[in-house]
């Protein structure tokens, strides 16, 4: 394939080619105080231990979450495919909020497959919005919504029901009045132009729809009961009256404001989901958002008794999990990501080996080469995909096929075809996400036995490793009170953490390939995964696009 000029690199001009690169990524893998809770500090990893004895030259720790991969805030905690995306883009590409904003601006969303799969239920059906009604920008965010709506009456939504869920939480508590009025407001000018637009349901965004991480199925079915089944405790004529009447119950708040349906003169709930509706979720950030559309999109459903389930036309406003392909449907894509280095290297020569268990394989070949598919060369690339463990929860195999990825890579680096060899290692992450402490003991000393497999080979071909991880999770699977205590519930039980961590995650380089004095800067303020690629491209032999963020390695004479 030869190199147009455009895809060129120049030669770094101290650090040679040719030199073997293990890029490993450790799924799940940050860094965090030793306690009984970290599961990486409990399991036995001598091979990652004996990377920090490197420290601060040749290990050191990188940011994984919030704006570093894109996302809005430092709230927002980072995700396998946000992870990823930034370590083979080399560059931050908006995720989340901004890329919403993005398609409302230009008009994009509603040009989208999602939105013209949602508008086929327009012309005789029912379109309801869902989410949070708040403009605390963590979740979602009112003109979003407005946005949503007047957009969707502009192409045809004749009939509208919005469920709203009131914050308290990203913004002050009392504020859902306020919101409720303006939205109110612009339903009613809908009304005028002759347009059927109403709100539906509602209740407090801690006691109804949003829960996460499987923590509490009865708050998803309080939101069903009312959005699909028009039933709840409390029935009002109109939303404002329902917010304000149930915040002067004793003790109430906005998070908790109990299930509400708005009914008409006759008593009848005005915007029950039924048969052959199109229903929209209008959260932008995914962890609040997985569990509901898991109810509204799987045929296959056991964590409640839904009573009916409808056939309707599901969207949400992006696709919450990107393992799960949930939902189906969505009407924001993910960024359009170009150049990244997995396709800059294929232009220069270097021949590449990813590989991965099913439930990472996409991580480590689509994600990472900006959501695409398939081979930039297939000349000079081979993926291999290990069948992951299927019908079972990853707590009962926490050894996942860590041995397996591990020998894979082990082979490729001994064969001398590839220059870079890169893997991800899903254990600390899928066996983190079941809670099972003592499990993920085992699933991180697994990932570890892994890495030194693939070290051992580096020895052999004087190569060069690079080790990171995409997000936090093995390394802290406990929930915290304020001052950093484990927290418990209401029973006085441990609140074990299934989730991703805002943590920082390790990056270490090493190998007998990598040249004298090579060290990682101590000048970049807050680096993160978007400066792995320029680095990798370096440890390869070449110069990094100038638009790439800066990479993390120095060359001292």
């Not at 359009?336 to 290297?345: A, N």
């Not at 001052?483 to 418990?488: D, F, Q, R, T």
């Not at 805002?502 to 040249?515: E, F, H, N, Q, R």
Request: charged share 25%; aromatic share 8%; proline share 5%.
């Amino acid at each position: 394939m030869a190199t147009s000029s455009a895809w060129k690199l120049d030669d770094h001009p101290k650090l040679p080619k040719g030199k073997t690169i293990a890029l490993i990524v450790l799924d799940g893998w940050g860094e965090s105080a030793p306690d009984q809770y970290n599961c990486i500090h409990n399991a036995p990893t001598p091979a990652m231990d004996s990377l920090k004895h490197g420290a601060p030259d040749t290990w050191t720790l990188i940011k994984a979450h919030g704006t570093a991969v894109g996302l809005p805030s430092e709230d927002d905690m980072g995700n396998s495919e946000v992870g990823h995306n930034a370590l083979g883009a080399g560059r931050i590409f908006a995720q989340g909020a901004k890329l919403c904003d993005q398609a409302l601006a230009s008009g994009k969303i509603f040009q989208g497959e999602g939105f013209k799969y949602v508008s086929e239920s327009f012309e005789t059906n029912t379109l309801h919005l869902v989410g949070l009604l708040s403009d605390g920008g963590v979740h979602s965010r009112l003109d979003q919504l407005q946005l949503l709506i007047k957009g969707s009456a502009e192409r045809g939504a004749k009939r509208i029901r919005v469920h709203i869920l009131t914050d308290g939480r990203d913004v002050l508590d009392g504020s859902s009045v306020g919101f409720v009025e303006t939205l109110e407001a612009d339903l009613v000018t809908l009304r005028e132009n002759g347009v059927d637009a109403q709100i539906a349901s509602g209740g407090g965004r801690m006691y109804v729809t949003l829960d996460r991480y499987e923590n509490d199925w009865e708050v998803v079915k309080r939101g069903w009961d009312a959005q699909v089944l028009g039933e709840a405790p409390h029935k009002f004529k109109n939303a404002v009256e329902a917010v304000k009447t149930l915040r002067k119950e004793p003790g109430a708040n906005d998070q908790y404001l109990p299930p509400f349906v708005i009914v008409d003169d006759s008593g009848k709930p005005v915007g029950p989901i039924v048969d052959g509706d199109a229903v929209v979720t209008f959260n932008f950030r995914a962890d609040r958002m997985v569990m509901h559309a898991k109810a509204l999109e799987y045929e296959d459903f056991d964590k409640f008794d839904r009573v009916r389930f409808p056939k309707i036309r599901y969207a949400g406003m992006l696709q919450y999990d990107g393992e799960l392909k949930l939902p189906s449907r969505y009407l924001v894509s993910p960024p359009e990501i170009d150049r990244t280095s997995g396709e800059y290297l294929a232009h220069n020569g270097v021949s590449t080996f990813a590989c991965s268990e099913t439930v990472k394989f996409g991580h480590v070949t689509f994600f990472w080469n900006g959501n695409r598919s398939g081979y930039f060369n297939e000349k000079l690339e081979e993926y291999v995909e290990i069948p992951s463990d299927s019908g079972i929860s990853f707590n009962v195999q926490p050894k996942m096929k860590a041995l397996e990825i591990g020998e894979k890579a082990r082979d490729a680096i001994l064969s001398g075809k590839f220059d870079q060899v890169r893997v991800n290692i899903p254990n600390g992450d899928m066996v983190g996400h079941t809670g099972d402490i003592e499990a993920t003991v085992v699933a991180c000393e697994a990932a570890d036995l892994a890495v030194k497999m693939i070290f051992d080979a580096i020895e052999q071909v004087k190569g060069i490793y690079v080790v990171t991880a995409d997000h936090g999770n093995a390394e802290d699977m406990v929930k915290r009170d304020k001052s950093g205590k484990p927290a418990l519930d209401k029973e006085g039980k441990l609140q074990i953490l299934t989730s991703h961590t805002l943590k920082p995650v390790p990056i270490a380089i090493g190998g007998p390939g990598l040249s004298k004095g090579v060290r990682f800067r101590k000048d970049l303020e807050t680096p993160g995964l978007a400066n792995v690629a320029a680095t990798v491209m370096n440890l390869h032999g070449f110069v990094a696009p100038s638009d790439y963020e800066p990479t993390l390695i120095e060359v001292v004479e």
